[in-house]
């Protein structure tokens, strides 16, 4: 069964910048796509960034453009999400989300399209 560990989140301060890790276990010979999204307080589930598994193809939302970028390390089976220049309105639950690909890739910006999701890790930004 596969799983996906968030780890990386944290308090702190408009401008800083903070690492996101994704750790998946087991198989991922299938998967698609990783994603990474957040959700605010009283907010809907939001997308940020996605990258396809074999190709690292990257896509962002507006607001992380610029800003954050997204890798994977397919030898380790993991996925990061590197935030600079973080602003308060980035303060959400952020969390690591796998498309396997069955029965086709999706992986797109939905949640929908996702399977597997971890369990989130906290990210608040605020002086």
């Known amino acids: 069964q596969v799983q996906l560990v968030e780890s990386g989140g944290g308090l702190v301060q408009p401008g800083a910048s903070l690492r996101l890790s994704c750790t998946i276990s087991?198989?991922?010979?299938?998967?698609?796509?990783m994603g990474w999204f957040r959700q605010a307080a009283g907010k809907e589930r939001e997308f940020v960034a996605g990258i396809t598994w074999r190709g690292g193809r990257a896509t962002f939302a507006d607001s992380a453009k610029g800003r954050f970028t997204i890798s994977r390390d397919n030898a380790e089976n993991a996925v990061y999400l590197q935030m600079n220049s973080l602003r308060p309105e980035d303060t959400a639950v952020y969390y690591c989300a796998a498309d396997e690909g069955l029965p086709f890739p999706r992986g797109g910006t939905t949640p929908d399209e996702y399977d597997i999701w971890g369990q989130g890790t906290q990210v608040t930004v605020s002086s």
């Open positions: 087991g198989h991922t010979f299938s998967f698609h796509a």
